[in-house]
């Protein structure tokens, strides 16, 4: 692909987000997994302010995850270097990418803050920034959380090739190649440079967020953790199964550390835990539970695509789709009966159930029967791969993943 690489591609929901923001007077938290674009989207909120009038000299960015360790600067020396280039206050704007790594890095937020600056800063680690906000400047930031691209923002990265491939073929990269933005500006005819880019990406966040983060000794048991969630997206998962799994492979372990190690890879936002909820009570439910993967391009790169994880990898492209739009999403328990998915939100409320092929009659029935069983009348999907000829049953849509990516929410 040709004259995309360095640019900014436009991703206007954050863009909107940032903007609404500046009236805020809370301290702005951009966090998710590393290279899911939040450099860019701080980039573009930076060229925006100075297009709507804010002086250059009125906004201090500095990036660190691209500096070498030994230059990362202390907390006086951030502090200092801030100040040494603007009058720290009010209509000034201080950005700050990637500064976990620096020790009491919160207290120099807290003083630009309590200054009256508008800051922003972005960060990896979800426990990490979430804990020590929480700690510090409880009740006083906002948390927006960055995903990789949704197929519409896919498209518009793809959109120097549209012309040489139909959208059945792109909604296949996605699915394969994921979508985190640097990959999608990728030439998708460059397969083994893909792959080389998804495992660099894989271990940079891997090392750097979960093993040299926690100080992880087993790296064995780490590892296969990780490997045995990204083969199983989309199935019930038990945590005391899944220790007597590792056990059973020559990796003695315990439930709880089990636990503990698969919380350490959601921080580092690799996977994503979809909870039960149960129709009655709206309370979770203490049971197993499912986990996705933020980016399937990642998790395809590496265990590889097997004929039988077909259904997994659409579950997981819906599961981050709504998460993308809606935020929380979680598995919805009708008396015994799993519907895969609801968004159960202030301001929005839906059911979701996904199915590769509802071609069978059979199979069609056991898709919907779930949907059925809920009495309330909010919206129902039944997601498949394909187009089926029913659109509507009893006022369930049936609609295809492409089409529903596609459509307006």
């Given at each position: 692909?040709?004259?995309?690489?360095?640019?900014l591609?436009?991703?206007?929901?954050?863009q909107?987000?940032?903007?609404?923001?500046v009236?805020?007077?809370?301290?702005k938290v951009?966090?998710?997994m590393?290279?899911t674009g939040?450099?860019?989207?701080?980039?573009?909120?930076?060229?925006?302010?100075?297009?709507?009038?804010?002086k250059?000299?009125?906004?201090?960015y500095?990036?660190?995850?691209?500096?070498?360790?030994?230059?990362?600067?202390?907390?006086?020396?951030?502090?200092?270097?801030?100040?040494n280039?603007?009058?720290v206050?009010?209509?000034?704007?201080?950005?700050?990418?990637?500064m976990?790594?620096?020790?009491g890095?919160?207290?120099a937020?807290?003083?630009f803050?309590?200054?009256?600056?508008n800051?922003y800063?972005?960060?990896?680690?979800?426990?990490?920034?979430?804990?020590q906000?929480?700690?510090?400047?409880s009740?006083?930031?906002?948390e927006?959380?960055?995903?990789?691209?949704t197929?519409?923002?896919?498209?518009?990265?793809?959109?120097?090739?549209?012309?040489?491939?139909?959208?059945?073929?792109?909604?296949?990269?996605?699915?394969?190649?994921?979508?985190?933005?640097?990959?999608?500006?990728?030439?998708?005819?460059?397969?083994?440079?893909?792959?080389m880019m998804?495992t660099?990406?894989f271990?940079?966040?891997?090392?750097?967020?979960?093993?040299r983060?926690?100080?992880i000794?087993?790296?064995?048991?780490?590892?296969?953790?990780?490997?045995?969630?990204m083969k199983n997206?989309?199935d019930?998962?038990s945590?005391?199964?899944?220790?007597?799994?590792?056990?059973?492979?020559?990796?003695?372990?315990t439930?709880?550390?089990i636990?503990s190690y698969i919380?350490?890879?959601?921080?580092?936002?690799?996977?994503?835990?979809?909870?039960?909820?149960?129709?009655?009570t709206k309370?979770?439910?203490?049971?197993?539970?499912?986990?996705?993967?933020?980016?399937?391009?990642?998790?395809?790169?590496?265990v590889?695509?097997?004929?039988?994880?077909?259904d997994?990898l659409?579950?997981?492209?819906?599961?981050?789709?709504?998460?993308?739009?809606?935020?929380?999403?979680s598995?919805?328990?009708?008396?015994?009966?799993e519907v895969d998915?609801?968004?159960?939100?202030?301001?929005?409320?839906?059911?979701?159930?996904?199915?590769?092929?509802?071609?069978?009659?059979?199979?069609?029935?056991?898709?919907?029967?779930?949907l059925?069983?809920?009495?309330?009348?909010y919206?129902?999907?039944?997601?498949?791969?394909?187009?089926h000829?029913?659109?509507?049953a009893?006022?369930?849509?049936?609609?295809s993943?492409k089409?529903?990516?596609?459509?307006?929410?």
């Amino acid at each position: 692909m040709k004259g995309r690489t360095n640019a900014l591609i436009p991703r206007k929901k954050y863009q909107d987000i940032m903007m609404k923001s500046v009236d805020a007077h809370s301290i702005k938290v951009l966090v998710g997994m590393r290279r899911t674009g939040k450099s860019s989207i701080m980039q573009m909120f930076r060229y925006d302010l100075i297009r709507g009038g804010v002086k250059d000299n009125d906004i201090y960015y500095r990036r660190f995850d691209n500096e070498l360790e030994q230059e990362l600067p202390d907390l006086r020396g951030l502090i200092d270097d801030v100040k040494n280039k603007m009058d720290v206050g009010p209509n000034k704007f201080i950005m700050l990418d990637e500064m976990q790594d620096i020790e009491g890095w919160e207290r120099a937020v807290e003083s630009f803050y309590d200054a009256g600056a508008n800051v922003y800063i972005t960060g990896s680690n979800s426990n990490m920034l979430s804990s020590q906000l929480a700690t510090k400047l409880s009740g006083r930031y906002i948390e927006i959380e960055v995903y990789p691209l949704t197929f519409r923002e896919f498209l518009d990265f793809k959109m120097p090739v549209r012309d040489e491939y139909d959208t059945d073929q792109l909604l296949d990269m996605f699915l394969r190649t994921g979508s985190l933005p640097d990959v999608a500006l990728m030439d998708e005819k460059n397969e083994d440079l893909i792959q080389m880019m998804l495992t660099g990406i894989f271990n940079t966040v891997y090392v750097k967020d979960v093993i040299r983060r926690n100080s992880i000794r087993n790296e064995t048991l780490m590892g296969n953790m990780n490997r045995f969630l990204m083969k199983n997206i989309g199935d019930r998962t038990s945590i005391r199964a899944a220790s007597r799994y590792m056990t059973s492979f020559g990796n003695k372990t315990t439930p709880e550390t089990i636990d503990s190690y698969i919380s350490m890879l959601e921080a580092a936002m690799l996977f994503y835990r979809s909870k039960r909820i149960d129709s009655k009570t709206k309370e979770y439910l203490v049971t197993s539970e499912k986990f996705y993967c933020t980016d399937l391009g990642i998790r395809n790169t590496m265990v590889g695509i097997r004929p039988d994880d077909i259904d997994g990898l659409l579950e997981n492209a819906v599961y981050m789709e709504l998460r993308k739009r809606y935020g929380d999403v979680s598995t919805f328990d009708v008396e015994g009966k799993e519907v895969d998915f609801v968004v159960w939100t202030p301001l929005y409320k839906a059911y979701y159930q996904v199915s590769v092929d509802v071609s069978d009659l059979k199979t069609l029935k056991r898709e919907l029967d779930p949907l059925r069983a809920i009495e309330d009348n909010y919206p129902k999907y039944l997601i498949t791969m394909n187009r089926h000829v029913i659109k509507d049953a009893d006022g369930i849509q049936i609609i295809s993943l492409k089409d529903w990516l596609l459509d307006d929410y």
